[in-house]
C-alpha cells in the first residue's frame, strides 16, 4: 500500500467514525443558534449585547442558519458568546467513504468500458452484457485500488 494510500485510509477512518455519531444527531427544526439560546434561558438581545451586535441580527443570523446561509464564523462568536463550541462536520449522507469511492469509480468504470465497447463494436468485437458488467466490476475494482488523481473528474 502507498502512503497516498494509507493516508487517504486514514481520512475515511475519521470521517466514516464521525458519520455514526453525526448522523443519528437530528437538527432542530429551529435550528441550533436557537435552540441553544432558548435552553440557556437567554433572550436574543442579551446574546446581542454578549457580541456587541443588535437583536436584529441574531434573529437573521437565526433565520440564515436554518436556511443554510449562516457563515460558520458568526455561528462560532455567537456560539463562544453562549459559551458554546460550534461543532462542525461534513459525513456521507449515507454508507461510509468508501461506499461513495465505490459508487463513482464504477460510473468512472462503466463510461470507460462503453467507450471502449464502442470502438470494439465497430471492429465487430463487441462484448456480450455479461462480458461488459465484468469488465465494468474489473475496472471499478482497479479504480478502487489505486485512487488514479482524476477519479472525481467529470471528463
Avoid: F
Wanted: include cysteine; hydrophobic fraction near 45%.
Amino acid at each position: 500500500m502507498t502512503l497516498k494510500l494509507l493516508i487517504t485510509h486514514q481520512h475515511q477512518a475519521v470521517v466514516d467514525e464521525t458519520a455514526v455519531y453525526a448522523r443519528a444527531i437530528p437538527a432542530p427544526r429551529e435550528g441550533w443558534l436557537r435552540t441553544m439560546r432558548k435552553a440557556l434561558g437567554m433572550s436574543g438581545a442579551q446574546l446581542a449585547r454578549r457580541i456587541g451586535a443588535t437583536r436584529a441580527l441574531i434573529s437573521q443570523t437565526e433565520r440564515n442558519e436554518v436556511a443554510g446561509a449562516a457563515s460558520l464564523r458568526t455561528l462560532q462568536q455567537m456560539a463562544k458568546a453562549m459559551g458554546c463550541k460550534l461543532v462542525y462536520a461534513m459525513v456521507p449522507a449515507e454508507g461510509t467513504t468508501e461506499d461513495l469511492i465505490a459508487a463513482r469509480a464504477k460510473d468512472k468504470a462503466r463510461a470507460l468500458v462503453q467507450l471502449a465497447g464502442g470502438h470494439m463494436a465497430l471492429e465487430a468485437q463487441q462484448l456480450s452484457p455479461q462480458q461488459i458488467e465484468y469488465e465494468i466490476e474489473r475496472v471499478q475494482r482497479q479504480l478502487i485500488s489505486e485512487l488514479p488523481s482524476d477519479l472525481w473528474d467529470d471528463k
